[in-house]
């Protein structure tokens, strides 16, 4: 059993990002669903499917739905943090291949920055962290400052190597006009920002921001009939392992060991067939750790790995084109945007930060504390 083309994203778009006051996760949410609706040629009474995630209010999925008058032959709110669009697209394309919807919308939004919902600093007392909380380990950001703190002893990464990444990030995100952080960034910067929780800076932490995104997913005979050419799910995969980071099986191989495996497999392509990757960045740490255990490089190397530049525009492997959740939007769930960023460059419309010739592109999506993971690879007809 395979995915590979059993659906098509037909129409992306985000809401207003930053800081939108006058705005609630629901009219983010309708915002974008609109513009990307429109892109795909689509009308609301096409959709007959409602993918959503989200940490706000009882019932968001009846919640969201009903505020947009829709009224869903088929429905998912599977909710693994930052990876579930990713997540969504697969079981999406799931749905569509048995026959159950046509037309599905991937939906998020979030006011955490103008409403002051969520803050990466903060101790949990629900009794899941009871190995962490009584130690005063902060979550997220201390979690995500443990794996750290291992991948620097066990391989010798430095703490510029994750500023590195942050620089290059940063330089996409000069090149992108709606993203949030723009100003020049070095690496020094990055160095003498704050410690948030050792050893990571405040400019390794993503941002905190306002936002929404739509991805329209559709079957393979609506596709063929849209007014922007179909991008494909080619591969898939997904896992998770743990909740708390103190039962993490091993702190430097995430879940995306196993989903990258499952989506190069099923898409049949190899990671030097990509042209372009986008990857959560909720932490500088999670990008190094994601590269690794998908394979683009051995385990204590990425470091090295995104060196010099190597990540950036006019780098060889280009990377979270946007400026990722490090410098362009992070409304708390980012993996949508990876799937947004993908769809644009492989279809040529990314001005200044284009990536040239781009026909096959990588989203893969973390969530938790490095707990969950999908993978999904697009391409191309």
């Known amino acids: 059993m395979t995915l590979k083309k059993s659906c098509a994203i037909a129409g992306v778009a985000e809401s207003r990002l930053g800081v939108v006051p006058d705005s609630t996760v629901l009219t983010l949410q309708a915002e974008a669903m609109v513009k990307a609706l429109a892109e795909a040629g689509l009308e609301k009474k096409d959709v007959d499917a409602v993918f959503s995630s989200g940490n706000w209010g009882r019932l968001p999925q009846l919640q969201i739905s009903e505020y947009l008058g829709i009224q869903p032959s088929y429905s998912d709110s599977t909710s693994v943090g ?112 704050d ?59 995430t879940p995306a060991k196993e989903s990258g495996e499952r989506a190069f497999k099923m898409a049949g392509v190899k990671h030097g067939d990509l042209d372009v990757v986008e990857i959560y960045d909720s932490f500088t740490i999670t990008v190094l750790l994601t590269l690794e255990s998908l394979g683009f490089c051995k385990p204590g190397t990425s470091g090295e790995f995104v060196s010099n530049g190597r990540t950036g525009p006019g780098g060889e492997f280009p990377l979270n084109t946007n400026g990722g959740g490090l410098s362009y939007c992070h409304p708390g769930q980012y993996g949508i945007f990876l799937l947004i960023e993908s769809v644009r460059q492989l279809r040529n419309e990314c001005g200044e930060r284009q990536v040239p010739n781009a026909t096959l592109a990588m989203a893969s999506g973390t969530g938790g504390v490095l707990s969950s993971s999908s993978t999904c690879i697009l391409g191309l007809d």
């Open 82 to 193: 930052g990876a579930s669009f990713e997540f969504h697209l697969g079981h999406a394309a799931a749905a569509i291949q048995a026959g159950l919807c046509k037309v599905a919308v991937i939906l998020y939004g979030s006011t955490q920055r103008s409403r002051q919902e969520r803050r990466i600093f903060e101790a949990h007392t629900d009794l899941g962290y009871q190995y962490e909380t009584p130690y005063g380990l902060p979550i997220p950001v201390g979690a995500y400052a443990l794996a750290a703190s291992r991948h620097m002893a066990l391989y010798g990464t430095k703490a510029e190597h994750l500023a590195e990444l942050a620089v290059s990030t940063r330089d996409w995100a000069r090149l992108n006009p709606i993203a949030y952080r723009r100003e020049p960034l070095t690496i020094e910067d990055v160095l003498n920002s």
């Open 195 to 253: 410690m948030i929780a050792s050893p990571l800076h405040r400019l390794d932490c993503c941002l905190v921001t306002d936002g929404g995104g739509c991805v329209v997913v559709v079957s393979p005979d609506i596709a063929q009939s849209i007014p922007k050419e179909p991008i494909w799910l080619l591969g898939q995969g997904e896992s998770h392992s743990h909740a708390q980071i103190s039962e993490m099986p091993e702190l430097t191989i």
